[in-house]
């Protein structure tokens, strides 16, 4: 059993930056892929990031990569989401994520083990 609990959201203004941190609970956290996805108001869960359980692995959606990075501190139990020149499009609840497969999570949710209770990110133009 693993819990996620997200921190970070917040609102900010286009073109700024947030951190997200998600805190693990359970002694097998290095042993689970980490993901982001995010959920918009009226639209499906979509895919973020992903991270595998030694970090040597990451995966982005194409509409992040330069943007975002996502990292882990397998010590700490604590998967990260730096979001750098945020925009209006970018709104929506995040959502931590872990996954029984070391490569990281896979983009669809339906394949996701555990989920966090989400954070909002609302960013205004």
């Known amino acids: 059993q693993v819990q996620l609990v997200e921190s970070g959201g917040g609102s900010v203004q286009a073109g700024g930056s947030l951190r997200l941190s998600c805190a693990a609970s359970?002694?097998?956290?290095?042993?689970?892929?980490m993901g982001w996805f995010r959920q918009a108001p009226g639209k499906e869960r979509e895919f973020v990031a992903s991270?595998?359980?030694?970090?040597?692995?990451?995966d982005y959606t194409d509409s992040v990569k330069g943007r975002f990075t996502i990292s882990r501190d397998n010590a700490m139990n604590t998967v990260y989401l730096q979001m750098n020149s945020l925009s209006s499009e970018d709104t929506a609840v995040y959502y931590c994520?872990?996954?029984?497969?070391?490569?990281?999570?896979?983009?669809?949710?339906?394949?996701?083990?555990?989920w966090g209770q989400g954070t909002q990110v609302t960013v205004s133009s």
């Open positions: 991270i595998s359980a030694s970090g040597g692995l990451i």
């Open positions: 994520a872990a996954a029984a497969m070391r490569l990281g999570v896979p983009r669809l949710p339906n394949a996701v083990n555990y």
């Open positions: 359970g002694r097998t956290f290095s042993a689970y892929g």
